[in-house]
């Protein structure tokens, strides 16, 4: 692939995109099988007349890319220097798990999504912190941990407590040490606030909140549960050249992770752990048919997306990266995620042909 073939295809659609107001603005990052980075902004950070442009290093609220930048990549992390395995019982961290299979849960289970939560974690936005955290402790499952896979927040809320619980800091703190801080990612944190606001794109008009949520995690469950603990589902603000950043390292893992994690652990980026039950996912990463990347991906890709509107792909057998922002669902989110989906599943065909 080269970055010069693809520049046009790219800003044709992603200025088409914008057009079409399917977001306000984007930043698109590649990077090639050669090492080769390329950032490209288009677009506003809101329809407002008077707005700022997008610039390569705005800031935008990541969403659930928050799961894997840096929750799951912790847990990574702590499996690679042999202080948990994936057979750990959670209730050996947590020991107010309490439902009926709170002694089957394990870290494997909470890095893949095979808890059976029967209910939203949005759903309990109007509680205090301690409240929600206690009612996740002993919520019901549906089935036995492992039976299925079941995507919620839920399983990251637990596993964040549980990397907090194991090396006795905040999630937070954790991230600066491990991964931000030795990467230089240095426009990436949990406290948007320490940027200027300018430099943040907003996101949706929440009437919960009663305003445009800008600067603050737009996840609400987040935004609350954040008073007590670091959430590790949600809450992280980035950059696509602080994104392009992680990926480079991943791709040329050796060379680059300043002793962060080692080549043998990157299997557990996109191995499926889930085959037995005939599903799809590594640890903490979408792979395969779960990734809703195009067409072209290889057997080694993994990634994640986010609610308000980013997505991030990392394909090992290509040595290619694709990280876009976007504030998609501003002012309001769309009705289905058919159209985020399609513009992602473009771009990775275009960078990964």
């Not at 750990?88 to 849960?105: C, G, M, Q």
């Not at 999630?171 to 943040?200: K, Q």
């Not at 080694?300 to 504030?327: E, I, P, Q, Y």
Request: aromatic share 10%; charged share 20%.
């Amino acid at each position: 692939m080269s970055l010069r073939k693809i520049v046009s295809k790219i800003e044709e659609v992603a200025n088409k995109a914008v057009k079409n107001k399917l977001f306000p603005g984007v930043v698109i990052g590649v990077i090639d099988d050669e090492g080769n980075q390329l950032v490209l902004p288009f677009g506003k950070l809101s329809y407002d007349d008077d707005v700022h442009v997008v610039e390569k290093d705005t800031i935008y609220d990541i969403a659930s890319i928050t799961k894997c930048i840096p929750t799951s990549t912790l847990a990574i992390h702590a499996l690679d220097n042999n202080l948990i395995k994936l057979e750990d019982l959670a209730v050996t961290f947590l020991p107010e798990l309490s439902n009926s299979y709170a002694r089957k849960i394990t870290l494997k289970n909470l890095l893949t999504y095979t808890v059976g939560f029967d209910f939203r974690l949005s759903s309990f936005k109007d509680r205090p912190p301690e409240e929600i955290i206690n009612l996740v402790m002993k919520s019901r499952l549906h089935d036995p941990p492992g039976a299925r896979l079941n995507y919620s927040n839920t399983s990251i809320l637990l596993l964040g407590i549980l990397l907090e619980r194991l090396y006795g800091d905040r999630l937070e703190t954790l991230a600066n040490r491990f991964i931000f801080g030795p990467l230089e990612m240095t426009r990436t944190s949990y406290h948007p606030e320490d940027f200027p606001a300018d430099e943040i794109a907003p996101t949706e008009f929440d009437s919960w909140r009663g305003s445009v949520v800008r600067g603050v995690v737009h996840d609400e469950s987040a935004y609350i549960v954040g008073q007590k603990v670091t959430p590790g589902w949600a809450g992280v603000f980035a950059t696509v050249p602080d994104l392009l950043i992680f990926f480079s390292m991943i791709i040329g893992v050796g060379s680059g992770w300043k002793g962060i994690i080692s080549e043998e652990a990157i299997k557990y980026f996109y191995t499926n752990q889930l085959a037995d039950i005939g599903e799809e996912m590594a640890l903490g990463w979408f792979i395969g048919s779960m990734l809703h990347a195009g067409s072209k991906i290889s057997p080694r890709a993994f990634g994640k997306g986010g609610f308000t509107g980013c997505f991030c792909l990392c394909d090992l057998d290509k040595r290619t990266a694709l990280v876009f922002l976007s504030n998609h669902i501003h002012p309001k989110r769309p009705s289905s995620p058919q159209l985020i989906r399609s513009f992602r599943e473009q771009l990775a065909d275009i960078v990964l042909s």
